[in-house]
């Protein structure tokens, strides 16, 4: 008994004592490197290709990158080789396609520049037809069905548009070329490839809308996204001693702390210094990688902080998204911390999310900018109308794109919208639309100004529109912000649905546009507007998404309300979405329901996996600990008999027969949890889970505290 007390306290004391005497990984001199000098440094942007191209090389490249015409393969070999002296200049001795696999993470094959020579010498080689297409092993990454086992070819394709870039280690640097992935019978088997093909949807559709307002906007309507990115830091030397943490990325045991975001002071508040010394070293990473990082600071509960990045080309951003959470995890390791980017690591706190905060633009304009009068811009509200009868249309759709095991803990909690998906539109845009309905829009409400009271302090404009935190798809100025993305996924999933949906809203709308006169187009628009209006108004709610009223009013409405990932995945195997991706060419039916296969079954490995080690942590971890408590409750009350002492008697058998409860509550529901994890039933495995964790629970606020084996949630949320 007494030498398992002091093995299981000496794994978290020595880890306090760790973090106590730990000295500051920088100098304390408060200086950062240039952002000017360093900003994109790192990557093949387009300054460097005009540096290493030839001009008519150059120009061809660019026109692929800025207007999407087609890649002119007699230009490769050039490409290929300016890249490689680029690279090596850098310090790069590798390359590697890097890419999205539906794994939700990014994968890469190193191959070095080295071809030997004649004379037992190398040279350093790399050609166009190693820079446009790669063969990675396709049978081994999910596939929904697309590929067995013994089909492995698969291929990768060098995607221009987002430029390559060097990714550094300790010792070395290899340059990264983004990619898509796809089978050898051209199915797509990646996150960029349906994401591409959605970018192109949606602008050929939104070109033809505008086109019926004379507006000629040349080759393509670009997507826009700025990803926010939350994510908490946790010690290293505690996260080494949690299990649960290392192989699931949450806790599965633990109780909230008797602090933790009740008093809101972490939000927004003073950054710790070691804290900004990691988010500095963060900030220049990305810098030299050309991402926009603009925003740092303390999200909701303790230890838990944002990044969020400058608004940037709807692709790009995904790949500089799976960048940014890459450099946090890695950067985490430097600074003796780990980056925790599941959804909900910790049980009663605030969880994780990344706003996908989504537009449209044309040069020198944003479609979604209502402008100074709303009710007096045709196309914003074209537009804007569009996006309500496409969120609408397909929620379920949108809730499937943001469906996963970690998200199930988040959605409908106290800081994350529900599973219903509606839109706030704001008092102003509210009232617009409904004079729409009414028959016709002739103004818009005005936010007008603040006085502060104080005569030093400058009166303040105000916005037209206050914000909701708790709605799953906010109209927030000039976008949209989908706030339920995970802040495990990648931004992919969720923009592929949503461009498709109001690629189909406005081709509608197009296509009825285009039968008219010029006499009448403007009539007609008012009758499209208004039955959309009519139709779809039911999606719109400005008021607060958590109140248990929304859930029975959204059911009156008809809104699917679809509470965890397996019945929010069927969504994806409806007539209605086979139908929808096949028309606009971004999911082949086959490849539809291979998501729905790949998604499904990570869902199912994830519970899995959870609850295999949550038996295996209470049986061998905890359930020592408690029966070793009980032990030493029983020495100390026949001690206390045999000498004939009462007091505390009856106190110490209240304490035995507690533990001795929850004792039987553990082994009770270890042995359910056993019997569902053979099964491998995720529903059962769940509600097995939960009860085990009760009993745990119950017992880490009973144990003696220096016995228990398990840093603590007022350690891991406080200590760094």
């Known amino acids: 008994m007494e030498v398992l007390y002091k093995v299981t306290a000496s794994i978290r004391k020595q880890a306090i004592v760790d973090i106590a005497t730990r000295k500051a990984a920088s100098d304390g001199s408060g200086t950062e490197c240039s952002i000017v000098d360093i900003y994109g440094e790192d990557v093949f942007n387009i300054k460097t290709m005009k540096e290493y191209l030839s001009n008519d090389v150059y120009k061809k490249l660019l026109a692929t990158i800025q207007k999407g015409t087609t890649l002119d393969p007699g230009i490769a070999d050039s490409v290929a080789n300016a890249m490689k002296r680029w690279a090596i ?13 539906l794994t939700g993470s990014t994968a890469e094959k190193h191959d070095s520049f080295i071809e030997p020579d004649k004379n037992g010498g190398v040279v350093l080689d790399f050609s166009g037809k190693n820079l446009i297409q790669g063969e990675p092993d396709a049978s ?26 060097i990714k550094r280690g300790n010792n070395g640097a290899t340059l990264c070329i983004p990619t898509a992935f796809c089978s050898y019978t051209g199915e797509a088997l990646d996150k960029k490839t349906p994401l591409l093909r959605s970018i192109q949807a949606i602008s050929i559709q939104a070109k033809r809308v505008l086109d019926c307002f004379g507006e000629n906007v040349g080759n393509r309507v670009v997507t826009t996204l700025g990803a926010e990115q939350e994510y908490f830091l946790v010690d290293k030397t505690l996260y080494m001693a949690r299990p649960d943490l290392m192989q699931t990325g949450r806790t599965l045991f633990g109780n909230v702390s008797p602090k933790h975001q009740q008093l809101d002071d972490h939000y927004f508040g003073s950054i710790k210094s070691r804290v900004i010394d990691f988010m500095t070293d963060v900030d220049q990473q990305l810098w030299k990688l050309g991402i926009p990082a603009k925003t740092r600071h303390n999200e909701v509960a303790p230890a838990q902080f944002e990044l969020a990045a400058v608004f940037e080309e709807l692709n790009l ?39 996908n905060n989504w537009s449209l633009s044309i040069p020198g304009r944003n479609l979604l900018d209502p402008g100074t009068n709303p009710h007096e811009n045709a196309v914003f509200l074209t537009f ?10 397909h929620a379920d759709l949108m809730r499937a794109s943001v469906a996963c095991a970690g998200n ?38 005005s936010g007008g100004s603040m006085a502060i009271g104080v005569d030093a302090l400058p009166v303040l404009p105000r916005d037209a529109t206050d914000r909701n935190r708790t709605s799953p798809f906010a109209f927030t100025g000039n976008k949209f912000e989908f706030r339920a993305v995970g802040s495990t996924q990648s931004c992919a999933g969720p923009n592929i649905v949503i461009n498709t949906i109001v690629a189909e809203a406005l081709d509608d709308i197009a296509t009825e546009l285009e039968k008219c006169s010029d006499k009448t187009r403007n009539k007609t628009l008012q009758k499209i507007l208004q039955k959309i209006i009519k139709d779809h108004k039911r999606v719109i709610f400005n008021g607060d998404n958590y109140n248990a009223d929304w859930t029975e009013e959204a059911k009156k409405r008809g809104l699917p309300n679809l509470t965890t990932t397996p019945v929010a995945l069927k969504a994806m195997t409806s007539a209605k979405a086979k139908k929808l991706f096949k028309k606009y060419k971004v999911f082949s039916s086959t490849e539809l329901l291979s998501r ?33 408590y009980q032990k030493e409750l029983v020495s100390n009350l026949l001690k206390i008999k045999q ?78």
Not at 413 to 442: C, H, M, Y
């Open 89 to 101: 200049s850098k310090g790069a001795s590798h390359y590697t396609h890097w890419f999205q696999p």
């Open 140 to 165: 081994s990454f999910p596939s929904g069905g697309l590929r067995v086992t013994f089909e492995a070819r698969g291929y990768t394709a060098w995607d221009p548009t987002s430029p390559a870039f």
């Open 317 to 355: 951003s995904v790949d500089h998204n799976m960048l940014i959470m890459e450099t946090l995890q890695q950067v985490a390791e430097r600074h003796n911390f780990v980056c925790l980017l599941h959804e909900k690591p910790f049980a009663g706190v605030n969880g994780s999310g990344k706003h």
């Open 384 to 393: 804007l109308c569009a996006v309500i009868k496409a969120v609408d249309k």
């Open 408 to 445: 199930d803990h988040r959605l409908g909690a106290n800081e994350a919208p529900p599973a219903i998906i509606s839109i706030f539109l704001g008092e102003q845009l509210t009232d617009v639309i409904e004079q729409i309905e009414r028959g016709g829009a002739k103004s818009a409400k």
């Open 596 to 628: 729905y296969e790949v998604f499904s079954e990570g869902y199912d490995m994830t519970i899995v996996i959870e609850g295999r080690l949550t038996l295996d942590m209470a049986k061998t971890t905890i359930l020592p600990i408690a029966i070793a």
């Open 643 to 720: 000498v004939g002492i009462e007091a505390g008697v009856n106190e110490l058998t209240a304490m035995l027969e507690e533990a001795g409860g929850l004792i039987a509550d553990l082994c009770n529901s270890n042995t359910a949890l056993e019997k569902a994890v053979a099964s491998e039933s995720s529903t059962d495995i769940i509600t097995a889970m939960n009860k085990t964790r009760s009993a745990v629970d119950a017992l880490e606020m009973i144990v003696d505290d220096a016995a228990w084996p398990l840093p603590k949630y007022g350690e891991m949320l406080f200590l760094y």
